[in-house]
């Protein structure tokens, strides 16, 4: 099971001489693969120094209950969306809501809206309900990838 982890960043980003420097402060959340909390904020700080100018802080990590991520290719779809599933169990012959989370990658509200029923809701049999859809301030999404064998016998 995919453990996922919200990481708040904050870093200075460069500016020029008749900028403000208070506008020079950059505060963004990305989703991270990972075991542990420890883990998470090691893997947020390697992925995002290269692309930080000055000091960078990692201010939360705090674990997220997602069901599913469901990815999309286009290039276009440049924003997460956290989509409320409700499946209808049935449990001694008693109806019962069961709510999951999906993160999609889409460009906009209707992008996410048809990923999830093609691509992330596909094959489910049972009845479901889209709850809600909401665009969130995720950045990117930083999955887990093995080192490759080569990296271990260096």
């Not at 959340?29 to 100018?53: C, G, M, N, Q, W």
């Not at 201010?59 to 209950?65: E, P, Q, S």
């Not at 809206?113 to 665009?135: C, D, F, R």
């Not at 969130?136 to 490759?148: C, R, S, W």
Request: proline share 3%; glycine share 2%; charged share 35%.
């Amino acid at each position: 099971m995919t453990n996922w982890f919200e990481c708040k960043v904050s870093y200075d980003s460069s500016f020029k001489e008749n900028e403000d420097p208070k506008n020079a402060k950059k505060k963004e959340i990305y989703l991270v693969d990972a075991l542990s909390f420890t883990e998470a904020e090691a893997r947020i700080i390697k992925e995002i120094t290269p692309f930080v100018v000055g000091e960078l802080d990692v201010t939360a990590v705090n674990k997220k209950k997602i069901t599913e991520m469901v990815f999309n290719d286009d290039p276009k779809a440049d924003k997460w969306y956290r989509c409320k599933v409700l499946y209808i169990s049935v449990e001694d012959e008693v109806e019962k809501k069961v709510a999951t989370t999906y993160m999609v990658q889409a460009a906009d509200f209707e992008g996410a809206l048809k990923h999830l029923i093609e691509v992330g809701l596909s094959g489910i049999l049972s009845e479901y309900e889209i709850a809600s859809i909401t665009e969130t301030q995720i950045m990117d999404v930083f999955k887990y990838e093995a080192p490759e064998e080569n990296a271990r016998h260096e």
